[in-house]
């Protein structure tokens, strides 16, 4: 039966007295009944290119089998099949720049007696996923229009980045995206009242090393880092030294930055050498340290230094290495840190600085320190007196205080004042006085016979100043002059004037755009342009340092700012620096002449030779070249020099390489003008032959061989393969070429190690037979099965014959790792896993298994027992309403049985049941008096009860029976 469709909110042709639909922006409130048909329609004018757009709180709707739209003209309708409470929203019809809302709100039909029927015909799955990645959730409904709703751990989720939904007919998908540990948990999709559940597990992402831990050769008492990156960032790493764990200490320090790691070993010795290895949870390297005896070393030693008396002097000694305990003597008595006396040591430099010296600290100086030693002889001269601050000429006013201040070397020395050689003395109008070092001459009031030249004697230094007296004076200034400011200024003070005259000079011309270099063609026009301040400027032109004139081959024009100089049927000769002199200023350019086309007319030649004998290359060209032509070897140009030759003869260019090597190997370019001619250098090297073969190597599994082997010269580069299969430096093989020796490391030694290895350098090399003798693996002590409590843990460990076994831990086929759900340790032999917070789903089989052995046990979870959350409340409602009861439990997937009175109650029209996430419901339909009475839940041994009373529509009760109090019937 098709419901008929609801009362459009808006018609064509609106009755003028309807004040909702004089508002064409908004309409008023739509109430449709559930299950019934909204029809929505929108008059607005769609221009022939705008889009119709029907949205739903913002969000745009597509058409399906429940939404369907049509435009008519002007007119344009929306459609919305079998209304739902969640159809209620605001809806907006959009075209181009103009809109219309409709709001709408969906009642539930409570009274409905025939409840449709929602199921999962495909429900959820669990899902483990990695750290980082994307879990995506499935299910398919029935009927294909019922809506889903998602949950994680009872908290409904909205789409976001994070939480992608969508739906596709009957299918439903949830997307989880960038996946974190916190993720983790149960996964339910609810449609109208019906769920499906799955749990979701999160495993963190393996640590691995990135960058891996390099061998490094430190000198002792040096310092030395060893860093490795990972491929995330991880907090802590296991750092170790011969498989002993490594702690900060005070010449041990660890350092962590997101990724990168760096252990830092300082004040290097002997005892430090050995296997540092670093160690994440999942992943691990290691290096070898080798360290070095120091030998100390005089860079720079002392210098006989002579400073006068109260002076000071730095004197220092540099070493080859910092950390290097020495002393310092003076006539052979060691020197102590003092006021006078420092010592300081900065890295490989050592500094002995002494101050306020006097004559008797002269002396022999001498550093020793570790077998190194120096001296140098110390000179101290005593101090003359001097000036160090001389006294400044002064101009003053007249009745001013003048103030003469001079500055000696040191205190406690007389002098003497001196004005045009006569000595002063103190009087009213002159002072003296004498501070510190600090001398100074005062004139109280001075007057114009205090001119002249003072002096002040130090018995051996003096120093002269000269005083001018003058009269007030009175300024004029001009601010900003400009030209017509020019003229005669006249200064006027009671009886007395003077008069000057103002002249205003322009400004000199400056250059606003300089000369440009330019390249013109042979026997064409160039022309070369520069602009200036001022259009009436003049200008020279000059070539080199040559003044030109204008005629047939020059010609000079001025325009506005702009100066041009045009020189007409250029000549190579022509080529040159070209300068325009403004006069204040002047701008310079280079002037090029290109040549008419070249042509090459016999080229290079291929020439093959073995190092070091010399090459020659030769071509020919169309005309002798005025330019030198471009020598290249590869990309780089070559110069005439030691071992390069080049020269012209005419029309032939050679070129000689006087001692070749192998990397000299290329292509061989000249290049004269727009023409190029190549040919191939071939170097070859000079034979290699091996001077000693490898030797046979056996070792035991998990070991480790070395091959080495010699030639002769010392090869470039070598190759190493097993069998025919060429070999890469990895943590399987380390490779090392040093002078004539070439070797190679197989580590951790496995059977597939076995077999002939091959060195190979140019056209020599060497076999030789390597055997892995295997071991065998067995299990001392077995898995045992195990049970725990859901939520709970769960341990497994089992014993192996060999400690340095490697191996993996899965259940149920899905491989573990170190995270928050599990804990993976290793001590001796003995290999443990810790299941935390296990679920049923868990329950299945462990297996631990390496490259030798498997073992495996069996992992029984329980169900946690269930329990009630909140209990049901007793309630009291009136006759033909509908009753809800509510409880809730701690799992989303206990079943509940409802009983009233004792009597397990069933779907009916009278009751429907409520299951979702962790509440349970019961609801009864058009509620009666006989309704009333004693309602219980029960959750396997557990139960909650309310009691339900019903009030009489017309305060009586039953049939034959009175309420106790207005139309109450009680049970």
């Not at 910092?322 to 050592?350: F, K, M, Y």
């Not at 003070?493 to 008069?499: D, K, L, M, Q, Y």
């Not at 090459?615 to 070249?625: D, K, R, V």
């Not at 002078?739 to 490391?745: D, I, K, P, S």
Request: glycine share 8%; with cysteine; charged share 25%.
């Amino acid at each position: 039966m098709t419901n008929p469709p609801a009362p459009s909110l808006c018609t064509p042709e609106p009755e003028p007295e309807s004040p909702a639909l004089e508002r064409p922006d908004r309409r008023g409130l739509l109430v449709v009944k559930e299950h019934e048909d909204i029809v929505l329609t929108a008059t607005l004018a769609a221009p022939s290119v705008a889009a119709v757009t029907w949205l739903k709180d913002g969000v745009e709707i597509r058409r399906s089998k429940r939404h369907q739209t049509a435009s008519l003209g002007d007119t344009h309708t929306l459609t919305v099949r079998g209304a739902q409470t969640l159809d209620s929203a605001v809806y907006s019809c959009c075209v181009g720049a103009e809109a219309q809302d409709f709001p709408v709100q969906v009642e539930a039909d409570l009274l409905s007696t025939v409840p449709r029927e929602v199921k999962f015909t495909s429900g959820l799955s669990a899902m483990v996923a990695e750290e980082g990645q994307e879990a995506t959730f499935q299910c398919v409904v029935t009927p294909s229009d019922a809506a889903v709703l998602w949950f994680r751990d009872g908290t409904q989720l909205q789409p976001s980045e994070k939480f992608r939904m969508s739906q596709s007919g009957a299918s439903h998908s949830l997307t989880i995206s960038g996946l974190v540990l916190e993720d983790a948990g149960q996964i339910t999709a609810e449609a109208e009242g019906v769920t499906s559940s799955a749990a979701l597990r999160v495993r963190e992402a393996p640590v691995l090393f990135k960058k891996k831990l390099e061998p490094q050769t430190v000198e002792e008492w040096g310092s030395v880092t060893l860093a490795v990156e990972l491929t995330r960032p991880w907090p802590d790493v296991k750092w170790t030294r011969n498989a002993m764990a490594i702690s900060p200490s005070e010449n041990v320090a660890i350092y962590t930055e997101g990724a990168s790691h760096r252990l830092v070993l300082r004040s290097v010795g002997f005892a430090d050498r050995g296997f540092y290895g670093c160690e994440t949870p999942d992943d691990k390297t290691q290096a070898k340290l080798t360290v070095t005896m120091r030998q100390v070393q005089l860079l720079r030693g002392l210098q006989v230094v002579e400073v006068q008396e109260q002076g000071s002097t730095t004197m220092e000694v540099e070493l080859s290495h910092a950390n290097v305990e020495g002393s310092w003597t003076r006539d052979g008595l060691r020197l102590q840190p003092g006021p006078t006396c420092q010592l300081a040591v900065q890295g490989p430099i050592h500094t002995l600085t002494l101050s306020e010296l006097r004559p008797q600290d002269g002396g022999l100086i001498a550093f020793k320190a570790e077998g190194v030693h120096t001296s140098a002889r110390l000179v101290v001269t005593e101090l003359p007196v001097r000036f160090s601050r001389p006294l400044q000429d002064m101009v003053a006013t007249e009745k001013d205080k003048v103030t003469l201040e001079c500055e000696l070397s040191r205190p406690n020395v007389d002098v003497r004042w001196l004005k045009d050689g006569v000595e002063l003395q103190v009087g009213k109008t002159v002072g003296m006085a004498a501070k510190g070092t600090c001398r100074t001459l005062i004139i109280y009031q001075c007057a114009f016979g205090d001119q002249g030249v003072y002096v002040c004697d130090a018995h051996g230094a003096q120093t002269s100043a000269s005083l001018k007296v003058q009269g007030r004076t009175y300024t004029l200034i001009y601010r900003r002059v400009l030209v017509e400011e020019a003229g005669e200024i006249r200064f006027v003070a009671e009886n007395a004037e003077s008069r000057a005259q103002l002249r205003v000079r322009e400004l000199p011309v400056s250059i606003l755009r300089p000369l440009r270099d330019k390249i013109a063609m042979e026997k064409h026009r160039g022309v070369l342009e520069c602009q200036v301040s001022r259009a009436s400027a003049q200008v020279r032109w000059f070539k080199g340092g040559v003044e030109l004139r204008t005629g047939p081959k020059y010609e000079m024009v001025s325009d506005g700012l702009y100066r041009k100089l045009v020189i007409s049927d250029v000549q190579p000769e022509d080529e040159d620096t070209y300068t325009c002199d403004a006069g204040d200023v002047k701008t310079s350019a280079q002037f090029f002449v290109e040549e008419q086309s070249i042509t090459i007319v016999r080229g290079l030649q291929d020439v093959t030779v073995m190092e070091p004998a010399p090459a020659w290359f030769e071509c020919e060209t169309s005309i002798p070249s005025v330019r030198p032509p471009k020598w290249l070897l590869g990309k780089t140009p070559l110069q005439a020099g030691k071992d390069v030759g080049v020269e012209q003869e005419g029309t032939v260019h050679r070129l000689t390489l006087r001692r070749t090597c192998s990397t000299m190997t290329g292509p061989v370019h000249f290049t004269i003008g727009k023409s190029r001619t190549t040919a191939q250098l071939v170097v070859s090297d000079i034979p290699v032959v091996l001077t000693r073969p490898l030797e046979p190597k056996a070792g035991r599994e998990l070991q480790s061989v070395v091959l080495s082997c010699d030639f002769k010269p010392p090869p470039k580069a070598v190759q190493w393969y097993k069998e025919d299969t060429p070999l890469a430096p990895s943590d399987k093989f380390r490779m090392r070429l040093e002078g004539h020796m070439a070797e190679l490391r197989v580590l951790r030694l496995t059977p597939a190690d076995a077999g002939i290895y091959r060195c190979q350098a140019g056209g020599a090399q060497s076999c030789a037979q390597v055997t892995v003798e295997a071991r065998e693996v067995t299990v001392t002590r077995p898995l045992q099965d195990a049970e725990a409590t859901e939520e709970g843990r769960a341990c497994f460990s089992c014993e192996l014959s060999h400690e340095d076994e490697e191996v993996e831990w899965s259940l149920n086929g899905t491989p573990l790792y170190n995270d928050s759900f599990h804990e993976i340790t290793h001590e001796g032999h003995r290999h443990t896993l810790v299941l935390k917070r296990v679920r049923r789903g868990d329950a299945g089989t462990v297996r631990v298994s390496s490259p030798k052995v498997t073992a495996s046990a069996r992992l029984e979870v329980r169900a946690k027992p269930a329990v009630f959350l909140k209990a049901l409340d007793d309630v009291s409602a009136e006759e033909q309403s509908t009753l809800t009861l509510q409880c809730e439990v701690s799992d989303p997937q206990a079943g509940v049985v409802w009983r009233k009175d004792g009597v397990e109650l069933g779907p009916s029209d009278k009751y429907n049941f409520l299951h979702t996430a962790g509440t349970r419901g019961l609801v009864v339909h058009d509620l009666s008096l006989d309704d009333a009475g004693l309602y219980t839940c029960h959750l396997g041994t557990e139960e909650t009860c309310a009691h339900v009373s019903v009030h009489g529509a017309w305060g009586r009760g039953r049939e034959g029976e009175w309420p106790d109090t207005e139309g109450v019937a009680t049970y």
